[in-house]
């Protein structure tokens, strides 16, 4: 990585941190106080299977919205302000931006997870106090889908930014998050049609992000194993997807005029 | 070799919704800057500066056109190690300290770690905020924020320096400061390029100047070379308290102060004022040129541009 892109990330989770971003982490770490204590006295034999469904599904949720939020704002509002004319006019190149705020952004939702991700295991301690189980193991599998997840919703929020205004880019990024929520049904659903109807729902089942995927956090919960082979696939996968939705944020933005 | 060569550089943008239309910011521009040199870009707002500028910094992308900076395309990577800009009303990472947003652009300008502290530190005292070193940029004034918009666009001691409107918006001993800075970049060798509305900060401080109104160049040269091409007006001063009928004839503005009378008339008209002096036997005081400035060129060349495209329409 060119160091240009390394202080231009740097950049990014420096204003994170400083836009008091990571602050989620308290409310975070109530609600899983909160809930650590109510399960052990209202749910028997399920402290577990809760604590681990609701922390992850925090962390996922936590972590959507701040990629959403903050991603759409990453060279809009760089624009906006014209904090950008300076950057631009040092030997920095357009790629190198666009790969440094996605890096930037990526850097601060992997520390708000590892955060986050330690208090679901403080949590379970909590609640179990002798000792972490071996299928415990399988959460730190969940973690990091649920990083896989950030990525491709970074790389999506980036590209819209790059040519759209903050509430678009918002409002697509947010559809396709949601979309590629039920992306396995919708592509059930493209097989049970036929003709042009089939054809346009498996383009766009294979079109939107595949979060269902990369969402195994009801199997974790329930103790059941994870196929090493979904986890080569969804990396694969994910990576794959990212690095498109990054190529497409810099083919857009290295034609972009910053009137 | 000049510093900055500019060959029919032109920008449209279309403009509408459904029924487009290009609107065209800046007529084909050629212009030759000589490294060394202080240029004055002047122009009303609106005139097309901004667009030039951003075109020579790679934000915006021409239509038609080359420009060539220290002979290398301005497209290529190693031309920005040698250039720093400023640009109009700049605006920073406001989270971030003076001395913090100065190390980020060090970073980025690749200045090596080791030099950068000291570059940083010896910067922050030349722009007079090192006793603001570590306030957050979102604190400052307009007045600092210009000084470190100063300090990062010279901190990795370019050869070229590109500024947007640095006087906009400051107070007397704001303004005077930049000048002091262009000043002292020039005595250095160093080639600065600016864009101003102000033209008696260009006046006094441009080797050449280039006006742009309407996005097409109207003039360019030494400023004494241009403000020689107007009309120049001369003063004449005789004891008395009678403002003659045929001095006000050859176009004069009188004014009477104690026992003389000062009258000011265009230069073609001197000799016809003093003969008409003699001949009502005043004694004469003194005739002075009156120099012309940039601002009576400029005006002038708006005038004649307007009445231009009046008689048109």
Not at chain 1, 66 to 75: E, K, N, P
Not at chain 2, 12 to 36: D, M, N
Request: with cysteine.
């Amino acid at each position: 990585m060119s160091a240009r892109i390394l202080h231009i990330a740097s950049n990014t989770f420096r204003e994170a941190v400083r836009d008091r971003v990571l602050y989620n982490l308290i409310a975070f770490a109530v609600l899983m106080s909160g809930a650590a204590i109510l399960v052990g006295q209202i749910s028997i034999n399920i402290e577990r299977l809760v604590v681990i469904n609701l922390g992850l599904t925090a962390i996922s949720l936590f972590g959507i919205v701040i990629a959403i939020f903050i991603g759409i704002g990453l060279v809009s509002k760089e624009i906006d302000k014209r904090t950008l004319y300076t950057v631009l006019s040092r030997p920095v190149r357009r790629w190198e931006f666009i790969a440094g705020k996605f890096f930037g952004l990526a850097g601060t939702l992997v520390v708000n997870t590892i955060c986050m991700a330690a208090g679901v295991f403080a949590a379970l301690l909590y609640i179990w106090p002798h000792h972490l189980q071996g299928s415990d193991t399988g959460i730190l599998v969940a973690l990091y889908f649920i990083v896989l997840q950030f990525l491709l919703i970074t790389a999506l929020a980036l590209l819209f930014s790059s040519f759209s205004s903050p509430l678009m880019s918002a409002i697509f990024a947010f559809a396709l998050f949601v979309i590629g929520t039920f992306a396995e049904d919708l592509r059930g659903f493209a097989e049970m049609t036929h003709g042009a109807q089939h054809w346009l729902a498996t383009a766009a089942a294979y079109i939107v992000p595949n979060i269902s995927a990369l969402n195994v956090i009801a199997q974790v919960a329930h103790e059941q194993p994870i196929a090493g082979r979904l986890i080569v696939f969804n990396t694969a996968y994910a990576l794959t997807y990212s690095v498109m939705a990054l190529l497409g944020a810099i083919l857009i933005f290295e034609r972009r005029n910053l009137k | 070799m000049p510093a900055i060569e500019i060959e029919k550089l032109e920008k449209s943008y279309s403009v509408g919704f459904l029924r487009k239309t290009l609107k065209r910011a800046l007529q084909p521009l050629s212009l030759v800057v000589e490294e060394g040199e202080i240029f004055g870009f002047l122009g009303p707002n609106g005139a097309g500066k901004t667009t030039t500028l951003k075109m020579l910094m790679g934000l915006v992308f021409p239509t038609a056109g080359t420009a060539r900076i220290l002979g290398k395309s301005i497209d290529d990577p190693e031309v920005k190690a040698q250039i720093g800009f400023l640009p109009e009303q700049p605006y920073f990472y406001d989270y971030l300290t003076a001395r913090e947003l100065l190390n980020y652009y060090g970073q980025l300008s690749g200045i090596p770690g080791k030099e950068r502290p000291r570059k940083i530190e010896s910067m922050l005292e030349r722009v007079g905020l090192r006793d603001a070193a570590n306030v957050q940029l979102r604190k400052f004034s307009k007045g600092m924020l210009q000084r470190v918009g100063i300090a990062q666009a010279i901190l990795h001691d370019p050869k070229i320096v590109f500024l947007d409107e640095p006087m906009s918006g400051l107070d007397p001993m704001g303004r005077r400061e930049v000048r002091d800075v262009m000043e002292e970049l020039k005595r250095a060798g160093k080639t600065v390029f600016f864009s101003t509305h102000i033209l008696s900060d260009a006046e006094a401080l441009c080797d050449r100047v280039a006006i742009l109104h309407l996005g097409e160049l109207r003039g360019v040269g030494a400023v004494a070379d241009l403000t020689s091409t107007v009309q120049g007006n001369v003063e004449i001063v005789w004891k008395g308290t009678t403002i003659f009928p045929a001095i006000k004839a050859l176009n004069a503005v009188c004014y009477t102060t104690g026992d003389t009378v000062r009258a000011v008339l265009p230069e073609a008209n001197q000799d016809a004022a003093i003969d008409a002096i003699r001949r009502e036997r005043s004694r004469l005081v003194s005739v002075t040129p009156v120099r012309a400035s940039l601002e009576d060129y400029f005006v002038e060349k708006v005038k004649r541009i307007e009445a231009g495209l009046g008689a048109k329409a």
